[in-house]
């Protein structure tokens, strides 16, 4: 995995597979240290001591650049959310399951099944992991619903989609395994549909107050 980030430095270098490993360290230790919202392009770039413009030839953004800091760097968020903002909100949940597995399976989940086992034994990668699903590809997807409930809401999407992941790439659960993405996506796109527009029970959320279910007439 990606080893962690040297102290800080003087000057500028020009872009290299050097400074390319330093940009990932750099990226690490802000996104634990900061969180994915608080960091930058920008900020790694003075962590890792070289120009943003660095940062911009190796990862043009950021959700990029949390990808390959978790080590699937051909796992692109954006595509996810072009994806499933393309339709009715009836479907939502159906499409960013079936966007989120055909994606994943680009190499038939090669790379998930070697990456995964490694990040989740790294307290501080495994700690990116929610960040990624929730901040890169949810957080998008939960903007445009304008929910007051959003927050749990992406905890409980997230949490199905973990599961998934998990059961289908590293279990390798059967049948679940072997599914198209399209089926996977049938079976599982209500669940994600309810938890994304449908009423919830109200609950107490630490720090966040009761939230009370919406009305169906407002999912």
């Given at each position: ?44 770039a003075?962590?890792?001591?070289v ?51 055909g ?48 927050p749990?809401?992406t ?27 399209a ?37």
């Amino acid at each position: 995995m990606v080893p962690s980030a040297p102290g800080s430095r003087r000057g500028r270098r020009p872009a290299g597979q050097d400074a390319r490993s330093d940009i990932l360290a750099a990226a690490r230790d802000e996104f634990v240290e900061r969180g994915y919202e608080a960091s930058s392009l920008r900020s790694v770039a003075r962590r890792a001591g070289v120009d943003p413009g660095t940062v911009r030839h190796w990862f043009p953004d950021k959700a990029r650049l949390l990808t390959a800091t978790l080590g699937v760097a051909g796992i692109e968020p954006a595509t996810v959310v072009e994806r499933v903002s393309d339709g009715p909100v009836e479907s939502l949940g159906e499409r960013l399951m079936e966007a989120v597995v055909g994606l994943w399976d680009f190499d038939e989940g090669d790379t998930v099944r070697v990456v995964m086992p490694a990040v989740i034994s790294d307290a501080e990668l495994r700690g990116l992991l929610p960040q990624f699903i929730g901040a890169a590809i949810l957080r998008p997807v939960m903007h445009t619903l304008g929910t007051p409930d959003a927050p749990l809401r992406t905890a409980l999407v997230a949490s199905q989609m973990a599961g998934v992941l998990l059961t289908r790439y590293l279990i390798r659960l059967e049948p679940l395994a072997s599914l198209r993405p399209a089926e996977v996506a049938r079976l599982v796109g209500p669940t994600l549909q309810r938890y994304l527009t449908g009423p919830l029970p109200i609950v107490e959320v630490p720090d966040a107050g009761p939230l009370a279910p919406r009305d169906e007439a407002g999912a």
